[in-house]
C-alpha cells in the first residue's frame, strides 16, 4: 500500500511539474483597441506553437510565438508583436510592435473561459 501512495504521488508531481514548465499558450485572449472613438474587440487563439488573429470568428492572419521568461514575441505575417505576460498566463499587455500593428501598443488581452 506505501508503494502505491509514493507511486501515486511521483506521478501526480511529474504532471503538476510538467505543466508549470509548459512554454505555450492555448485558448482565445480578447482585448480592446480603440480608434478615433470606436472600440472594437480583437481576438488572438494560441493553440501549440502558433497564433491566429481572429476577425469575425475567422482566423485571418497566421503566425508563431515564442514565451522568454514574462515576455511574449509573437511574429504574425512580417510583423513582430512584443508584449508582457502575466505571471498566471491569463493576460498579456502590448508592449510594441511593427508597422501598423504598433496601435496596439498598451492593449491588453485577457484569457477567454
Do not use: H, W
Amino acid at each position: 500500500m506505501k508503494k502505491l501512495i509514493i507511486g501515486l504521488f511521483t506521478v501526480v508531481s511529474l504532471v503538476v511539474l510538467s505543466a508549470c514548465g509548459s512554454n505555450t499558450l492555448n485558448g482565445d485572449y480578447t482585448g480592446t483597441f480603440s480608434l478615433l472613438g470606436m472600440e472594437s474587440p480583437i481576438t488572438m487563439r494560441f493553440d501549440g506553437d502558433t497564433v491566429y488573429d481572429i476577425q469575425e470568428g475567422e482566423e485571418t492572419n497566421t503566425g508563431t510565438y515564442e514565451i522568454d521568461d514574462d515576455e511574449l514575441i509573437m511574429t504574425i505575417d512580417e510583423y513582430t508583436v512584443n508584449a508582457d505576460l502575466s505571471d498566471d498566463r491569463e493576460s498579456f499587455t502590448v508592449t510594441s510592435a511593427d508597422g501598423l500593428v504598433a496601435m496596439l501598443s498598451g492593449v491588453t488581452f485577457t484569457k477567454e473561459d
